[in-house]
């Protein structure tokens, strides 16, 4: 059965332009003003949500995410409310996907079962658990799609044409391309590498690549959408938000607006690779 990000895709790829994926903190920098962060994405132009789950000991994230995190948790934000934020946001959308983003643990703590029900009920489409890798397919991901939620995996640079296959088994909705090795929110790699590194993905798999860790941009947005399915943006949104907080805690500036002004700007750089392709 099509999900939301299937049909998505479907969508854009008529359209003929890319996918603009954003990733945020859930929780951050509390509850209320992330659900309105939340709310604020598919006006502002974002066609798939990427959820943050906060998490005490995040592994691949750099150190904007993780402070995200960290201001979340002493939020009082947990694994339940993140669905809670979701199920919330599905009372107004019921067409964005959302892909929840995080680790393993607190899924294992909740209960694999519960948590399946719990996301579907909340309207969750994909999951991205960085730190399953397929050899633990058993664990979440086979579960997830029997219970209708795709499960992405993530490829980098070193994922060779003996490993790909099997990163690529049992994946679905799309493939995350990590552009780079290290943490998010590193410098942007060399673009033309990226569309090399789509090509040899893309003869493994029909499913649509997205590219991630280091967009900042309109413009590098649009390159890296030129040579692929979708660019997902992470650490600027993130930087966004924390940009309006002040270090006792308090705002400048409405977070949820300050994400909606770099969000448009991104979208313009994705929909301009369809208006130059169609030239």
Do not use: W
């Not at 509850?31 to 006006?43: E, H, N, V």
């Not at 399946?116 to 991901?141: F, K, N, Q, R, T």
Request: charged share 20%; glycine share 10%; hydrophobic share 45%.
């Amino acid at each position: 059965m099509a999900t939301r990000i299937d049909r998505k895709f479907a969508a854009l790829k008529a359209e003929g332009r890319p996918a603009l994926v954003t990733y945020f903190m859930g929780g951050d920098p509390d509850f209320d003003t992330s659900l309105r962060i939340m709310k604020a994405l598919p006006g502002s132009g974002s066609d798939i949500i990427e959820l943050g789950v906060p998490f005490s000991d995040p592994m691949a994230d750099g150190p904007a995410i993780q402070a995200a995190g960290l201001r979340a948790l002493k939020k009082g934000m947990s694994l339940t409310k993140t669905l809670d934020l979701a199920a919330q946001f599905r009372t107004s959308d019921n067409t964005t996907p959302i892909v929840l983003m995080g680790y393993y643990n607190p899924i294992y703590i909740y209960g694999v079962d519960r948590f399946l029900e719990d996301a579907v009920a909340s309207g969750i489409d994909g999951l991205i658990i960085v730190d399953l890798p397929p050899e633990m397919d058993e664990e979440l991901c086979i579960p997830a799609i029997k219970a209708g939620i795709n499960f992405i995996r993530l490829a980098t640079p070193t994922t060779d044409e003996k490993r790909l296959p099997k990163v690529l088994q049992n994946t679905s909705g799309f493939v995350y391309y990590v552009s780079m090795t290290g943490i998010t929110g590193s410098a942007l790699p060399d673009t033309t590498k990226v569309g090399a590194a789509v090509e040899r993905i893309k003869k493994h798999t029909d499913l649509p690549i997205v590219v991630g860790f280091g967009v900042k941009t309109a413009e590098q947005a649009k390159v890296i959408g030129a040579a692929a399915d979708g660019v997902v943006v992470g650490t600027a949104i993130v930087n966004a938000v924390a940009n309006t907080i002040r270090p006792d805690g308090s705002l400048v500036a409405d977070p949820a607006e300050a994400v909606a002004t770099m969000v448009q700007g991104l979208s313009s750089g994705v929909r301009a690779v369809r208006l130059a392709a169609a030239e």
